[in-house]
């Protein structure tokens, strides 16, 4: 069957069961969060890297990629978050399974993300330098 035909009698179906689009898609799950999930970084890649590469589905307002205490060395993940919800859906679609560097990226969603307070992040780096 061609795949177009059968998305179309998808569409038919649900259309007929009265079942709009929100709630039929996986990502309403998701509608109050901004944030996604990025696994599988590459330890090379730097917080600019990661903006580069999400900034092709919306506006990036913040990019957290998580850094060991220690050493700061990234430890491979982070989290992303879009200025508007609906380009997390554009990024966990077109990003989660990509390859970048060799390593493939795993791009979820995220239903709940506490942001660290700048002042947190200062005293990590002092606690990191000192």
């Given at each position: 069957m061609n795949p177009l035909r059968h998305i179309q009698n998808i569409n038919a179906?649900?259309?007929?069961?009265g079942i709009s689009y929100y709630q039929a898609s996986w990502h309403t799950r998701y509608k109050d969060s901004a944030?996604?999930?990025?696994?599988?970084?590459?330890?090379?890649?730097?917080?600019?890297?990661?903006?580069?590469?999400?900034?092709?589905?919306?506006?990036?307002?913040?990019?957290?990629?998580?850094?060991?205490?220690?050493t700061g060395k990234s430890k491979g993940f982070g989290f992303v978050a879009y200025e508007?919800?609906?380009?997390?859906?554009?990024?966990?679609?077109?990003l989660n399974g990509a390859q970048i560097l060799g390593r493939i990226i795993r791009v979820d969603h995220v239903t709940s993300y506490k942001k660290k307070e700048e002042g947190d992040e200062g005293t990590e780096r002092?606690?990191?330098?000192?």
């Open positions: 179906k649900e259309a007929s069961l944030y996604v999930f990025v696994g599988g970084i590459p330890f090379d890649l730097t917080e600019g890297d990661l903006l580069a590469v999400f900034s092709q589905y919306g506006e990036v307002v913040d990019v957290n990629l998580v850094r060991d205490k220690g508007d919800q609906r380009s997390t859906n554009l990024a966990v679609d077109n002092k606690k990191r330098e000192g």
